[in-house]
């Protein structure tokens, strides 16, 4: 079989923040059309500044990010919800369709349904006229995850959606997401540090050691069936372990490649 189409590419990404902070190491990464990866990582590691790179919300400070998907085709799910206050839910998921409206690509009844759609996907059709305020911090990320999903994109970068929620929730999600993603052959980038989550969810995950964050694994976890099956067998409990392990190495100061924690460490700490 073909491999499938690139859709980003990073060779040699690194950030810097202001006053000196290293967020992340030289980092190099292709993803590819229909893949389900996940960036798995501890608190601190890197893993929101990679994607924001990935998004071009940010810009590297070394190296180059290339996305074959231009913005009206990518949807960017932030960690915390981030909604407008003043405006109700349906307002707030309808957003991006209005960004991208004036390229006149749908009617305003095409845009309700899609907000309609989205609202359901979520389970909150019955929250349309709440506001914000009105809302539970598990629901109001469910808008944001509507919000992202109204517009159909084809990259969808996730940044710990459900982390907040409590696990039936996040299992019920789970499994919607991965439906989403299989149906419209989606490309996700999903951030976590929930290596459950990570076993469940990918096609590939990518495992991050603590700051300065570079790539201490990549595994893929091509697994057959998600269902409540494998989250009960002996393979996901392997899987999982296998991730910890990774997570564990990638913790310990031996882990560290040297000058990882240097300054100087740019350009010499490739993964
Ligand atoms: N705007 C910023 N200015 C300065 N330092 C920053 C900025 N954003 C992040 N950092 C630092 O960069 C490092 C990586 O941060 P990042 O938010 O990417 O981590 P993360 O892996 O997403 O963590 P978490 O799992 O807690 O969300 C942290 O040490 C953080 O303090
Ligand atoms: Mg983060």
Redesign the pocket.
């Known amino acids: 079989m073909p491999e499938a189409p690139v859709v980003l590419h990073a060779q040699g990404v690194s950030r810097r923040?202001?006053?000196g902070?290293m967020?992340l190491s030289p980092v190099d990464l292709t993803v590819r059309e229909g893949e389900f990866v996940t960036l798995l990582?501890p608190?601190?590691?890197?893993?929101?500044?990679l994607l924001r790179l990935m998004s071009g919300l940010d810009v590297p400070t070394t190296g180059t990010l290339t996305r074959a998907v231009d913005e009206d085709d990518l949807s960017y799910v932030f960690?915390d919800a981030t909604l407008m206050p003043w405006a109700s839910v349906r307002t707030n998921v309808r957003l991006p369709v209005d960004l991208t409206r004036g390229s006149g690509k749908r009617s305003a009844a095409d845009a309700a349904q899609a907000v309609a759609t989205a609202l359901e996907r979520v389970g909150l059709s019955d929250f349309a006229d709440a506001f914000p305020r009105e809302l539970s911090g598990g629901m109001r990320m469910r808008v944001s995850i509507a919000r992202a999903l109204v517009t159909a994109p084809r990259l969808l970068l996730m940044d710990?959606p459900f982390g907040a929620l409590d696990d039936i929730t996040r299992q019920h999600l789970d499994d919607e997401l991965l439906a989403l993603a299989r149906k419209h052959r989606l490309t996700v980038v999903f951030?976590t540090?929930n290596v459950f989550e990570a076993v469940y969810l990918s096609t590939r995950v990518v495992v991050m050691s603590a700051?300065p964050?570079r790539i201490v694994e990549d595994v893929n976890n091509d697994a057959p069936m998600r269902d409540a099956a494998f989250r009960g067998s002996p393979d996901f409990a392997m899987r999982a372990a296998r991730l910890q392990a990774a997570l564990l190495k990638g913790q310990q100061p031996g882990g560290q490649q040297p000058g990882a924690l240097s300054a100087a460490g740019i350009g010499d700490t490739q993964p």
């Open positions: 923040y202001a006053k902070v967020a990582g608190s601190g590691c890197g893993k929101t500044t960690q710990e951030v540090h700051r964050g």
